[in-house]
């Protein structure tokens, strides 16, 4: 039986977040947009157009908050879309925290981790399904909506995943950067001392 008073780290318990201000702010913004979906006729008394402006500017606020507070605080990750000017070309940039075995990094909090990536998987099939549902009952006013939410999250979605793997091969290949660069001006010191002498 686990222990209800000293939960183990990684347990889906908020109070073992690391920011728990972020983390339930985070979910929050993730269940409002469903939850005003499935039950915005109740909500708004079937004003579809009040119901999909609030909806949509509830996934703006998720999309704007998982990508800019969310992700960098809770797992150290962050991305941005960059255009070139002169030609026009768009790349996406990553950016991690640095590695826990690297100067200035931090272990990620378990429990922070696996909610991040839980809720980041979960959105976008649980709109998948509700996507699916409009396309059966023939709801397709309701699909443009859906729609919006599965480019939004997606996005995401995809971002943070390439940005994650991203981070694991980067930190693999800082951490040996480090250590040579590290033997590197040891070994510069050590031969300047024999010249120098």
Known sequence: ?????????????????????????????RAASLLVYLLGGIIFGGSFVLYFIITVLLLAAD???LKNIAGRRLVGL????????QTGDSHWVFESAPQPNEPGGKLVNATDKRFFWLALYAQPALWVALAIVALVQLKFIWLTLVVIALVLTITNTLAFSRCD?????????????????????????????????
């Open 1 to 29: 039986m686990a222990d209800l008073d000293n939960p183990a780290p990684g347990t889906l318990n908020w109070r073992l977040s690391a920011h728990p201000i972020t983390l339930v702010t985070f979910l929050a913004f």
């Open 165 to 197: 793997k991203f981070s694991q091969a980067s930190g693999l290949m800082g951490s040996g950067f480090y250590s040579a660069s590290l033997a590197r001006n040891v070994g510069g010191a050590l031969v300047s001392r024999m010249f120098n002498r």
């Open 78 to 85: 962050r991305w941005w879309n960059e255009v070139n000017p």
């Open 63 to 65: 999309f704007y908050y």
